[in-house]
């Protein structure tokens, strides 16, 4: 089956996370994406465990990809990249706003080399902010987004960061959406645009909880919430008022509450017997009987090992095993994406820095091996060394 993206061009020029995260997506789609690295390599190369030379966060997030290694600095690096672009459809980067201008790189210079051509920019502010120029880690924008403090009101604890770079992750996924539309809009139009993603704002629309800020009224937390049951703790999911209504009428639990009891008494004294119920069980399986013949949803506090191991991803396939360069394998988690007809998924290992400097020169410019190797002499292309 044919992927769906099979004929699209995507030069990756960002780092990290958000912007190495829609590449890899679109490379699992089957887009021909050439990451371009700087000299010294993605920072994430030796992140995670290293195996031979490549180490788990870079393989996750750039698994499927070529690689180049182009010096901007040097004379000539920064026009072998405007090339590359002029034979892109989508070209992303995550730089400050403002660095790529300095290298002869800005928008409007590409749009005018290759109108046609997509570009997606994430930054922590966005491009034209007052607050453009601040550094922007996933951390500073969970903290500028309200999650740090929502959590620490609702936890009860000092504030603390998510483990999670879930900032990242949202504007890499919405960076992708738009890179979809955009190029759909190229269809009609036949011009590229130039997508500014600010992780804010990707944070805030993504925040459900948004609303009670916008409306100026407290926040009500919904969503799970832990017991500990039979079997070890269990989230539950639902307005308790609700569930207590299932119990009560379902299970036969009996409402504890003496007439006329206050509000918190009451809400106190329900708890209880439910923290009673849950705990009721012989094991954990009739637990989960129950709560499914009642239509309670329910799930199980895994850790992250063993949700690789849960009935759903083992049958859906999604940790898969990639070449680790070394003779043997390693497992990366697989793009979400199944479709009816087409092909989709990872679909090639990690890439050592500069490993596909000259497949790619030859593919997407018809470079000849002279020039390939004037580039080499002078430095703009670097290539790790592999024994």
Same mark, same amino acid.
């Given at each position: 089956?044919?992927?769906?993206?099979? @004929?699209?061009?995507?030069?990756?020029?960002?780092?990290?996370?958000? =912007?190495?995260?829609?590449?890899?997506?679109?490379?699992?789609?089957?887009?021909?994406?050439?990451?371009?690295?700087?000299?010294?390599?993605?920072?994430?190369?030796?992140?995670?465990?290293?195996?031979?030379?490549?180490? /788990? &966060? %870079?393989?996750?997030?750039?698994?499927?990809?070529?690689? +180049?290694?182009?010096?901007?600095?040097?004379?000539?690096?920064?026009?072998?990249?405007?090339?590359?672009?002029?034979?892109?459809?989508?070209?992303?980067?995550?730089?400050?706003?403002?660095?790529?201008?300095?290298? =002869?790189?800005?928008?409007?210079?590409?749009?005018?080399?290759?109108?046609?051509?997509?570009?997606?920019?994430?930054?922590?502010?966005?491009?034209?902010?007052?607050?453009?120029? #601040?550094?922007? &880690?996933?951390?500073?924008?969970?903290?500028?987004?309200?999650?740090?403090?929502?959590?620490?009101?609702?936890?009860? $604890?000092?504030?603390?960061?998510?483990?999670?770079?879930?900032?990242?992750?949202?504007?890499?996924?919405?960076?992708?959406?738009?890179?979809?539309?955009?190029?759909?809009?190229?269809?009609? @139009?036949?011009?590229?645009?130039?997508?500014?993603?600010?992780?804010?704002?990707?944070?805030?629309?993504?925040?459900?909880?948004?609303?009670?800020?916008?409306?100026?009224?407290?926040?009500?937390? /919904?969503?799970?919430?832990?017991?500990?049951? @039979?079997?070890?703790?269990?989230?539950?999911? =639902?307005?308790?008022?609700?569930?207590?209504?299932?119990?009560?009428?379902?299970?036969?639990? +009996?409402?504890?509450?003496?007439? =006329?009891?206050?509000?918190?008494?009451?809400?106190?004294?329900? #708890?209880?017997?439910?923290?009673? %119920?849950?705990? @009721? %069980?012989?094991? #954990?399986?009739?637990?989960?009987?129950?709560?499914?013949?009642?239509?309670?949803?329910?799930?199980?506090?895994?850790?992250?090992? $063993? $949700?690789?191991?849960?009935?759903? $991803?083992?049958?859906?396939?999604?940790?898969?095993?990639?070449?680790?360069?070394? /003779?043997?394998?390693?497992?990366?988690?697989?793009?979400?994406?199944? %479709?009816?007809?087409?092909?989709?998924?990872?679909?090639?290992?990690?890439?050592?820095?500069?490993?596909?400097?000259?497949?790619?020169?030859?593919?997407?410019?018809?470079?000849?091996?002279?020039?390939?190797?004037?580039?080499?002499?002078?430095? +703009?292309?670097?290539?790790?060394?592999?024994?």
């Amino acid at each position: 089956m044919e992927a769906p993206l099979a @004929s699209l061009r995507v030069l990756d020029l960002s780092r990290v996370l958000a =912007g190495p995260f829609a590449g890899r997506m679109l490379a699992d789609m089957g887009a021909d994406v050439v990451k371009v690295e700087p000299p010294e390599g993605d920072i994430t190369r030796g992140w995670g465990a290293v195996r031979h030379g490549l180490g /788990g &966060y %870079f393989t996750q997030q750039n698994a499927g990809k070529r690689t +180049v290694c182009i010096d901007l600095d040097t004379p000539g690096g920064a026009s072998l990249v405007s090339r590359l672009a002029q034979r892109a459809d989508v070209l992303i980067e995550n730089f400050r706003p403002g660095v790529l201008a300095r290298h =002869g790189l800005a928008w409007e210079q590409l749009h005018a080399l290759n109108p046609r051509l997509v570009m997606l920019s994430i930054s922590g502010f966005g491009a034209t902010s007052p607050e453009a120029q #601040r550094p922007a &880690y996933a951390a500073v924008l969970h903290a500028e987004a309200g999650i740090v403090a929502r959590q620490s009101e609702f936890d009860a $604890a000092p504030p603390t960061d998510p483990v999670l770079s879930i900032a990242d992750t949202n504007a890499g996924l919405h960076g992708l959406a738009a890179v979809l539309a955009a190029l759909l809009l190229r269809e009609r @139009s036949g011009l590229g645009q130039h997508v500014d993603i600010a992780m804010l704002d990707a944070m805030l629309v993504t925040d459900d909880y948004a609303h009670f800020a916008l409306d100026g009224i407290p926040i009500v937390r /919904g969503g799970g919430e832990i017991w500990d049951a @039979s079997g070890g703790p269990i989230m539950v999911t =639902g307005d308790f008022r609700t569930l207590w209504k299932v119990l009560t009428a379902q299970f036969g639990v +009996v409402d504890p509450t003496p007439p =006329g009891a206050p509000l918190g008494e009451k809400i106190r004294l329900r #708890r209880q017997a439910a923290a009673v %119920f849950y705990r @009721s %069980f012989p094991n #954990r399986s009739a637990l989960i009987a129950a709560l499914d013949g009642a239509r309670i949803p329910w799930g199980d506090v895994r850790s992250t090992a $063993a $949700a690789f191991s849960s009935p759903t $991803a083992l049958a859906r396939g999604t940790a898969v095993p990639i070449d680790d360069r070394g /003779g043997g394998t390693r497992r990366v988690v697989q793009s979400p994406y199944r %479709f009816s007809g087409a092909q989709s998924g990872v679909h090639g290992s990690a890439a050592y820095r500069g490993e596909h400097n000259r497949d790619v020169l030859v593919d997407w410019l018809g470079a000849a091996p002279d020039e390939i190797a004037q580039l080499e002499e002078a430095g +703009v292309l670097l290539a790790e060394e592999r024994t």
